[in-house]
């Protein structure tokens, strides 16, 4: 488009005119990769490198080498021998350091003599803690049954305790957050399509064309995934970019799509429609493997491309070129298949349309398409299977709804129990690398479901917004300092050598004060409810060690392998004769659901306000790094994008200091500053998620920028799934006590 020079222009300009942000001179704006700021070359003599760290500052997990000197970790870098990430890694991950060190962390066992909310923290010793934990949880599930105990979870740390209290407490009351708000949909709706999950499986290096429908590469960071697009865009390969927002994605792109939010459903069925119309579709594909294709063609016939123009806010002649664009490259298409997408409450549908447009294209299995890498399988070590049965307190099937919902329970049900006791209470409540203050909607809900608890308790790092409502908050090692999780994969860019690895975690350095890992605190918890014999090791090492036997490795061989185990691959293309594509689906039909992908429209703006959505900080993860110093410096507070012609009717300046209200009379606790650009629709606000912190427990975090969440209160309901859709929210902009309508 002739539009982009501009634009790009615009976006350099941008980025470098933020003045409060000095986010160029820290990373590198598009990446988010770090240009070395902080280490004068010449610092690290006298270093011991110490192989076998993986990151978790994200959930990518990269393989890390450390610099240690004195027994103190100096410096972090990627791992040299990494087929994934390599030497690289990103702002976050570097900066990992300053979470080890942050003189805010948790350090000792913790118990809340004051209100949940309102604590006032008594350091306790850990048999104090751990018989508090262990006799209040019993106490529940005496009184209760074990239904009565709801975990949120995230995280490697989270995987042997969640085992714990799913087989061996017996709860189905689990809801991950990395799942329910955030890739559960489309996990479900690619099983429901292809069979299998996608994971982020589209061979982007060797894309001709790569779809990005709402992913913002760039600020959403996760290094060989980011590696693995900038490889396609350098090979050549076109960029579409589906976007209410210039994000830093639009920017490279070579068609923008500045779509209104809610409606991309309709953008994809009306490219679908178009393809089969037109017969540009790849019929020995779709004659091989997809089921149903006859009533798929009927179903989307309605979706012309002027009828999607008019839902979507954009030319019926750009929907027309991106499909072009894709047939003409077909089949080497990356559509990729979204990460976070529990959007609008109507997103099954959209990523059951990724799934049958790359169908339709013949993009599986072939270079630059869907490709699934095959990568090792090392069995993990699990908890046995004591509790039987209780399906009978599985609030899913007691509900008798969301019928595609991925593994765990939708949070809402588990807040509706807590709030209402029916179907029946729920009065114990197990945090574990969760921050459900910050990553759920409504606050108020998930306030009043952990005030009526008998119990909670938080295991943690930091002290977050959630470990305010903790009874009990017990200090974990991070990922720096302990044993856990075994990264596996293949390498990044579906070399023809073909790859695969095998990294386990390893300590870098020891865990200091009183933390201690996730195996320790379980099995201690384990043994107060009575389950001491069903303990399956005793320690975090042993587990890794037991886990490694199975793949014949042992931690031992990893320390003199530089702590990754590489083996050969297998070639990953080709599809198997009996993969099945349902285009149309009975089982969504025998459900009462739409069997073929459908667009279902969100509630329109009401007038005088506008529609917040929302994405990622380049330089942090969600709310985890907001106390991490020099992340904070990186990007200090979260700037409301605003469009510069609504900012100009409304009398708002680059900078201005502004609050936000919602339609629901929600006002956000603290402040951020506007940013004034033509890269965001009229009809839309964008912030960062994660900031807005209030616990003043994070002396650098805490009430910087504002939290997105807090004015997330209405909740719309994805039907299939039960997952939250979170930006159908509109705001109005309050300055100096003003509040200012939006305009038309
Ligand atoms: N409004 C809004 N909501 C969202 C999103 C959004 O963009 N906007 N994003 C969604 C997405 S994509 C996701 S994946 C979820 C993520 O939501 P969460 O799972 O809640 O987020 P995390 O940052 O992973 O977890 C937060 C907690 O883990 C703690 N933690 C960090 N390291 C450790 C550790 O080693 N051990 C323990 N025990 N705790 C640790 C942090 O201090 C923090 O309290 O949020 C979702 N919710
Ligand atoms: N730096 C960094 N990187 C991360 C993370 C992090 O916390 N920090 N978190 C990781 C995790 S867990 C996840 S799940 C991913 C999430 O990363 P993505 O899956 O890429 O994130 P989304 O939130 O889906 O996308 C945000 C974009 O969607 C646009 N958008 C808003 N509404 C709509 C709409 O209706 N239609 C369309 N087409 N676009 C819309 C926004 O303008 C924004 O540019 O990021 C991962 N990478
Ligand atoms: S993408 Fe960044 S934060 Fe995530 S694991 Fe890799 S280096 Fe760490
Ligand atoms: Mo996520």
């Not at 997103?347 to 490709?371: E, M, N, P, S, Y």
Request: net charge neutral; aromatic share 8%.
């Amino acid at each position: 488009m002739s539009f982009k020079v501009t634009r790009r222009k615009f976006l350099q300009t941008a980025s470098i005119a933020a003045a409060t942000l000095p986010l160029a001179k820290v990373v590198s704006a598009e990446t988010g990769f770090v240009r070395d700021p902080f280490t004068p070359p010449g610092s690290f003599e006298g270093t011991q490198t110490v192989t076998g760290g993986v990151c978790e500052m994200c959930f990518w997990r990269c393989q890390l080498v450390g610099k240690v000197r004195d027994k103190k970790l100096v410096k972090l870098e990627g791992n040299p021998k990494s087929i994934d990430n390599g030497k690289s890694i990103c702002a976050r991950g570097n900066a990992g350091i300053k979470l080890l060190y942050d003189p805010d962390r948790l350090k000792f066992p913790l118990k809340n003599v004051g209100e949940r909310g309102k604590p006032v923290w008594k350091q306790i010793s850990w048999q104090e803690a751990l018989d508090e934990c262990g006799s209040k949880l019993k106490a529940v599930q005496e009184k209760y049954g074990s239904q009565g105990i709801a975990m949120f979870p995230h995280g490697a740390s989270a995987k042997y305790p969640m085992d714990f209290f799913e087989k061996v407490v017996g709860t189905h009351n689990v809801s991950e957050a990395s799942f329910f708000q955030c890739r559960g949909i489309r996990d479900s709706a690619y099983m429901a399509t292809f069979g299998v999950a996608p994971g982020e499986s589209v061979d982007m290096p060797n894309a001709k064309a790569i779809l990005l429908i709402g992913c913002h590469f760039g600020e959403n960071v996760h290094v060989s995934h980011v590696k693995a697009y900038l490889k396609g865009l350098e090979n050549g390969a076109k960029l579409i970019v589906v976007d209410p927002r210039y994000s830093a994605s639009a920017a490279k792109s070579d068609i923008w799509v500045q779509i209104k939010p809610g409606t991309d459903t309709a953008f994809l069925l009306a490219i679908m429609n178009y393809l089969v119309q037109k017969d540009k579709y790849d019929k020995k594909f779709v004659a091989a493997h997809c089921v149903g294709f006859e009533e798929f063609k009927k179903g989307i016939s309605h979706a012309s491309l002027d009828w999607a123009a008019k839902i979507c806010d954009v030319p019926a002649k750009q929907i027309q070129e991106v499909a072009d664009l894709l047939a003409a490259n077909a089949p080497n298409v990356s559509i990729h298949p979204g990460r976070h997408v529990s959007w609008h409450g109507n997103d099954f549908q959209r990523i059951r349309a990724h799934a049958c447009l790359t169908a339709l294209l013949g993009a599986i299995g072939v270079k630059g398409g869907f490709v699934k890498a095959k990568g090792v399988k090392v069995k993990g070590i699990s908890w046995p299977k004591v509790a039987e049965g209780g399906e009978e307190h599985n609030l899913k099937l007691m509900a008798d709804k969301y019928h595609f919902a991925p593994p765990g329970t939708p949070t809402e049900l588990i807040r509706d129990a807590c709030i209402t006791g029916k179907p029946y209470p729920i009065k114990g409540c197990v945090v574990w690398g969760q921050n459900p203050m910050q990553t759920i909607p409504n606050q108020q809900r998930m306030v009043d479901s952990l005030k009526q608890m008998d119990f909670v308790m938080c295991v943690d790092v930091m002290p977050t917004d959630i470990t305010m409502y903790a009874d009990i908050l017990l200090p974990e090692a991070c990922y720096l300092e302990r044993y856990d999780y075994i990264k596996t994969g293949t390498q990044w860019n579906f070399a023809d050598k073909h790859q695969q690895y095998i990294a386990p975690r390893m300590p870098l350095v020891d865990a200091m004060f009183e933390r201690k890992d996730e195996v320790f605190i379980t099995n201690e918890i384990a043994k107060r409810m009575g389950y001491g014999d069903k303990i399956p090791v005793n320690s975090l090492e042993e587990k890794i060690n037991k886990e490694l036997a199975g793949v014949n490795l042992s931690i031992a061989q990893l320390k003199k392998e530089d702590g990754i185990h590489i083996q050969d691959g297998k070639d990953p293309y080709g599809v198997s004769e009996d993969f099945e594509v349902q285009l149309y689906n009975e089982d969504l039909e025998d459900n009462d659901y739409p069997a073929v992908p459908t667009y279902i429209p969100v509630e329109e703006v009401p007038k005088g306000f506008t529609r917040l959505v929302y994405g990622r900080s380049p330089v942090h993860t969600f709310n985890r790094s907001q106390n991490n110093v020099w992340l904070h410096n990186a990007m200090p507070v979260n700037p409301v994008w605003l469009n510069d012609e609504i900012a100009k009717k409304m009398g708002l300046q680059e900078g201005d200091e502004v609050s936000l209200v919602n339609s629901e009379g929600v006002k956000s606790s603290s402040k951020t500053v506007v940013k004034v650009t033509p890269g965001i629709r009229k009809d839309t606000v964008y912030m960062a998620h994660g900031y807005g912190s209030r616990n003043p427990m994070l002396t650098v975090g805490v009430n910087a920028g504002v939290d997105d969440q807090e004015l997330i209160t209405k909740m719309t309901i994805d039907p299939e799934t039960g997952c939250n859709g979170m930006r159908n929210n509109f705001v109005k902009l309050v300055k100096d006590g003003k509040t200012l309508d939006i305009p038309a």
